[in-house]
Structure formats: C-alpha cells, structure tokens
C-alpha cells in the first residue's frame, strides 16, 4: 500500500471511528470502495470526499440526536408540570371548600345561629366532616377524568383530617 | 413510508444511473464514475435514499486481502418513486428551460 493511499485510509478510517454507530457503517463502505479504487490520486480524492460527507452527516446526526433528547426532555418536563398543575389544582378545590365551610361556621357564630354550648359540634361539623365530606365526594366524582386532581384534592382532605384529628384530640 | 424527498440535480443523476440496470447491485465507485459525482456528494445522496427505503444495501465478500464492498440497488419502491421523480423532474427541468429561452 503506498503512503499516499496509506494516509488516506488513516483519515477516513479515523472519521469514520468517531461518527455516531449509522454513518459509521457507511464510512466503512468508503473504505471498502477505496481499496479498490486503482488509481492512487483517484483514491486519495475518494477518501478525502468521503471524509467530507461522513463529517458532515455526523454533524446532521449529532443535531438529530439532540433536537430528539431535547423534545424528549421538553416532553418529559411537560408532563411534570401537568402533573404539578393537576395536583396543585386539587389542592386549591380543597382549599376553597374549607375556606366556604370555615366563613360559613364563621357567619354562623357571629350571628349566634350557633349556641356556645354546640360550638365545638359546630367545629367539628364545618372544618371536618363537611369538607372532608365534600372532598371525599369530589374525588369519587372525578377519580376517573382526573384522577390526578382527585389525588390533590384527597391528599389536602387527608391533611385536613389529620390536622383536625390532631386538633380535636390534643 | 417517509415523506418525499427533495430531488436535486445531483440525486436525479443517481437514481438515473441506478434506472440504467435497475435490478443489478452497483457499487459506489462504480456509480460515481457513471455519474461524474465524487464521493462527497454521492454518498450524502446514496444515506438519504436508504433512509427513504429508496436503496437497499449488502455487503459483498471481496477477493482474499481486500475488504468486503458495499453494494446498492433500487428497491421496488424505489423503482417506482425514482421513475415518476424523474419523469417529474424531466418535466419541470424542460419548462425551466422554455422560460429561460423565453426570457433571454
């Protein structure tokens, strides 16, 4: 094999190892063009074209994989978000019930609707059991178009009871 | 199958050279010297019409201390596509002439 051809091979060879694994088997069909390419010149001009087409469809591949791990991980953090939002939006639908309950109990004591002696079944009856109650029939409405805003709406109930739990025995 | 592809001038004197024995496997080499294209641009062209299902590829054992050579040939898909690409480009190629003659 003369230098010339040599040097060439080395090169082609060399891109060929560094492209991304699809090019590479084309960079190995060059190759095996090449050493059947008599001419010496002819082959050197073979290699050197061969060089320039393989960089250059690495590079579009290199891009190719990037822009697809890029979507994917748009699509991916998307999802996350939806997920957030969903939960977070259940959360918030239980936090308004609580807040309509509490005003309502609110309202009731201001205005004696309530006795001092029923306040505490007041208490129970407004930050518990209604709520609660409400959140509990929210998530078997909704546990099948959307399961992951019953999931917030459920983890607040779940909150709501602990902390009343807690609350009511201490 | 994938969209179709953007003919070039470069890519329509491949798929004719191909058209030229459209059942028998050619090799690289061979299709450069027949379309006067170098290795830079023909191989470019030969890893889009495999991409497109255009060409198929095998490997061809060589004679003992040669490497093997890779071989391509029209798939009948590609047969097809590259037929009415061409007639296609034919067409548009002589009306870009009439309005060049028309306008010189």
Partial sequence: MSPIRDVARRVLHFVARLAPPRTRSWGEAMIGE???????????RWALGGTLALCRCSLIEHLRNLRNLLAAELSAQRKAMHLIKSILSGVGV?????????????????????????????????????????????ALALWRPQRRLTSGILAAGAALGAHSIIFFVA | MKERFRLSPQ????????????????????????TGLKSGTLYPILIRLADHELVETRWQTAES????????????????????QLRDYGHRKSSMLVLREAKI
Wanted: proline share 6%; aromatic share 10%; glycine share 4%.
């Fill in chain 1, 34 to 44: 090449m050493d059947h390419i008599d001419d010496e010149w002819d082959a050197l």
């Fill in chain 1, 94 to 138: 239980a936090g308004v019930v609580l807040i309509i309950s509490m005003l309502i109990l609110t309202t009731l004591q201001r205005t004696y609707w309530v006795e001092p002696s029923q306040a505490r079944f007041a208490q129970m009856l407004f930050a518990v059991v209604v709520p609660d109650g409400l959140c509990l029939l929210a």
């Fill in chain 2, 65 to 84: 201390g040669k490497p093997p050579r890779h071989m391509y040939r029209l798939t009948p898909e590609g047969l097809r596509s590259a037929r009415a």
């Fill in chain 2, 11 to 34: 890519t329509a004197l491949v798929l004719d050279a191909f058209l030229e024995r459209p059942k028998s496997w050619r090799y690289g080499y061979d299709i450069s010297r027949d």
